[in-house]
C-alpha cells in the first residue's frame, strides 16, 4: 500500500494541499496548530471515513467554508494497491435543510466511481497514532471498543456495517423492554429481536476473538523488543457474553490468557441467545440489554499489571505505540498490504532508548508519515533517510522558511 499523491480542500485549516507523497519516511515540522496533525487525520479518514480526532464530521469542513449554505471539504487521494493504481475521493459535504438546521454528509468515490460507503472501508488502509489514544487505555470500555472497531473495519469485511446493524437492533430491543417494564405486554416479542441480535452479535464476538489473539501475538513480540525485555504484555479481552466463560469460585493464579479461537460463530450465537433468555427477567426490570458486545472490555495487561489502572504515563504510552505497530503487523497479514503508518508527535515522553528502538522500526516501515514540532528529537542519521516537509499556517514551506537544513 503506497499513497502517491494527497490534495486536501477546505480540510480543517487547509484551504488547498496538493502534494506528491514519497514511499519510505516523511517528517512533517512546524509548530502548534500550523495543520500537521490534520494531514495525518485526512490519510486516516480515507481508511475510517471517520476521524479519531473530530467530535463529529462537521469539524473537519473548513471554519470559513463552513460558513456557505453548503460547504465542502474534500480529501483525494492516489495511491498504488496489489500493484493497481486507485483514486479515492471522500467529500464532507455541509446543507441546510429546509428548517433551517445545518446537516453533514460524506459522499465517496473509488476511480471516479459513487460507491456506498460500506464498500469503501478497508480498501485503503492506515494506522494512526495521536498522543490523545493513550485514553484508549486509560478511558473508558467505549473508548477501547471503538479502538478495536476502527482497526477491525478496515481488515474483516462488512465488519462496520455488521456493527451498525447490531446497533439499530440493540436500540430497537432496548425500546421494546422499557416498554415491558413501563407498561407491560407480551414478553415473547422479545424472540424476534434476540434471534438478530444474537446473529450479528456473534459475528461481532467471533471477529473479535481472532483479531485479538492475532494482535496480542504480535505485540507481545514487539513490547519485549521496545522495553528492551523489561515488559511482558498481553490482552486481556473480557466479552459480555463470554462463550468461555470462567468456573465458579476459581482463580488463577498464572496470568494466562483465555484461548476462545475455537469457538465457532453459530456455537457463540447459540449461548448469547440462551444467556439472554436466563436473564430476560432482569433486563425487563433495568428496561437495557445488558450483555453483549456493546458491552465488551479490553485490558491491557503488563507484567501482569492492568495498565489502564496502575501504568505510568511512559507505559502507557510505549504500549500504545506497540499497539499501533502491532496493528501494522497483523493488517499485513490479514490483508497483504502494508498500511500506511502515521504517527503525531510519536517520541514526546519517551526515554532515549526507547525513542532509538521506536525509530529503528518507523525507519524500516514501507511509508510513514511522522509530525513533530522539534526535529531535534530524531537523530541526524534518521532525518538524513527521510523527506523533511516544513508547513506553516496551513501550507507546505520551504525548509529553509523552517531554519531546516535539507
Request: aromatic share 6%.
Amino acid at each position: 500500500m503506497h499513497l502517491t499523491r494527497l490534495s486536501l480542500t477546505q480540510f480543517r485549516n487547509f484551504a488547498r494541499l496538493d502534494v506528491d507523497v514519497p514511499d519510505g519516511t516523511v517528517l512533517v515540522v512546524g509548530d502548534n496548530a500550523q495543520g500537521k496533525t490534520s494531514i495525518l487525520e485526512g490519510i486516516y479518514f480515507l481508511a475510517t471515513l471517520t476521524s479519531f480526532h473530530a467530535d463529529s464530521d462537521r469539524q473537519l469542513v473548513n471554519f470559513l467554508e463552513a460558513r456557505n449554505p453548503v460547504a465542502v471539504g474534500r480529501i483525494v487521494a492516489d495511491y498504488e494497491r496489489a500493484g493497481r493504481k486507485h483514486r479515492l475521493e471522500v467529500r464532507i459535504i455541509q446543507e441546510s435543510t429546509r428548517n433551517g438546521v445545518a446537516r453533514v454528509r460524506k459522499e465517496v468515490l473509488l476511480d471516479g466511481t459513487k460507491k456506498k460507503l460500506g464498500e469503501i472501508v478497508g480498501h485503503f488502509n492506515a494506522v494512526l497514532f495521536l498522543p490523545q489514544m493513550m485514553g484508549v487505555i486509560e478511558g473508558s470500555p467505549g473508548d477501547r471498543r471503538r479502538y478495536l472497531d476502527l482497526a477491525l473495519s478496515q481488515v474483516v469485511p462488512h465488519y462496520a456495517e455488521n456493527l451498525s446493524e447490531y446497533n439499530k437492533v440493540l436500540s430497537q430491543r432496548n425500546a421494546l423492554l422499557k416498554q415491558l417494564a413501563d407498561q407491560g405486554g407480551d414478553v415473547s416479542q422479545l424472540e424476534f429481536w434476540d434471534e438478530r441480535l444474537t446473529l450479528r452479535g456473534a459475528e461481532i464476538i467471533h471477529n473479535r476473538i481472532q483479531a485479538i489473539q492475532e494482535i496480542d501475538r504480535h505485540a507481545g513480540i514487539i513490547h519485549h523488543q521496545l522495553t528492551r525485555g523489561s515488559e511482558v504484555l498481553r490482552l486481556d479481552y473480557q466479552p459480555a457474553y463470554d462463550p468461555v466463560p470462567s468456573p465458579a469460585n476459581q482463580l488463577s493464579l498464572l496470568d494466562i490468557p483465555i484461548d476462545r479461537s475455537s469457538v465457532s460463530q453459530e456455537k457463540i450465537k447459540t449461548g448469547f441467545m440462551r444467556a439472554l433468555e436466563a436473564i430476560r427477567r432482569e433486563e425487563i426490570a433495568r428496561g437495557v440489554t445488558t450483555i453483549g458486545p456493546h458491552r465488551d472490555e479490553l485490558r491491557f495487561l503488563s507484567n501482569g499489571i492492568d495498565l489502564g489502572t496502575y501504568g505510568s504515563r511512559g507505559q502507557v504510552r510505549t504500549t500504545m505505540l506497540t499497539m499501533k505497530l502491532a496493528e501494522v503487523e497483523w493488517m499485513q497479514e490479514q490483508t497483504g498490504h502494508k498500511p500506511v503508518l502515521l504517527l503525531d508527535e510519536v517520541l514526546a515522553e519517551l526515554d532515549h532508548a526507547r525513542r532509538e528502538d521506536l525509530l529503528n522500526r518507523v525507519g524500516s516501515a514501507e511509508q510513514a508519515l511522522l509530525t513533530t514540532t522539534d526535529l531535534n528529537l530524531f537523530h541526524s542519521d534518521f532525518v538524513k533517510q527521510t523527506h523533511v516537509w516544513g508547513i506553516n499556517q496551513g501550507r507546505l514551506v520551504e525548509n529553509d522558511e523552517l531554519g531546516i537544513q535539507s
